[in-house]
């Protein structure tokens, strides 16, 4: 469930507090993935994974799923720097993203890096602090190219 936090300039955007930023935009599914991944290139993150959950449904359990693709964005600066920190953060490493198709284009949703500041341990941290608040600027500039193109 999305939580509104606030609003990027329109309602195109919307900030989730608990899990990321939703952008919908007027692109079909395939165009939309290519989208985001150049958009995330250009705040410096590399995609290592792709899960195609429709085809993972179909093979593994023969049922279909619509076009739902998960992303596994790196930005190796960023996840170095926090992994310094915390290793445990591996756990929440790359960051998703996901890419669905909509009856009007497609929906893309990030994942909120400040979602890591819920851990109290890690909130005390001001280091880590500055690289979640890094991370999360990138993702929703990310976010904000993607709106507006």
Known sequence: MYILMSEMQNQNTKVSE???????????????????????????FDVLTRIDVDRAFRDEIGTHFRPYTILGACNPQLARAALTFAPEIG???????????????????ITNPGILMQTKKLWFDEELRNVVADATTRLMRVAETLRTH
């Open 91 to 109: 756990l929440m490493l790359p960051c998703n993203v996901t890419v669905e198709a909509d009856l009007n284009g497609s929906v893309i949703r």
């Open 18 to 44: 608990e899990l990321g930023f939703e952008v919908r935009v007027d692109a079909p599914y395939d165009e939309a993935i290519d989208a985001i991944t150049e958009a995330l290139e250009t705040e410096g």
